[in-house]
């Protein structure tokens, strides 16, 4: 009797500790929605980046240039409008991100490495600590929140 008590209790240990496969998706699912958004940001697309995004006033923003949170959609799409116009290149990855996953909400914090160029030709490049943050809304992983501040050199 109590070898079966302690032999249950050790398999509901186990089946703790294991993953749960739905959550492992969930963070792949996550890890694309992130990569997805590098793209977008690197091919200056304002449509792909629009199409990442939940878009309703709760949304936020903060850019490494931001002086104060913007909050709604109209708000952070107009800041990925300026955004873009900074620049005639760029290229944003995220090396080494770390994915962490809640129930219909996940986030991504790491470190960007941002490569661009100017319209006046100047070359810019800067390390940014970065957060995404995305919530699942009908079956798919929508970006709600996204602060980048420069790393200090």
Known sequence: M???????????????????????????????ANKAFERAFSNLDINAIEALWARDENVTILHPISKAPL??????????????????EISVTMNEPHVSVGPGMAWVVGVEKVQGRRPSGEIVEFAALTTNVFEKRDGRWLMVHHHGSRMPQ
């Not at 703790?16 to 959550?23: D, F, G, S, V």
């Open 2 to 32: 109590i070898n079966a008590a302690i032999g249950a209790s050790l398999l509901i240990l186990l089946l703790a500790i294991i993953r749960n496969p739905a959550q492992a998706d969930d963070k792949s699912d996550v890890l694309a």
């Open 71 to 88: 909050i709604g959609w109209e708000g952070v799409r107009k800041s990925w409008e300026g955004a873009l116009s900074r620049y005639t």
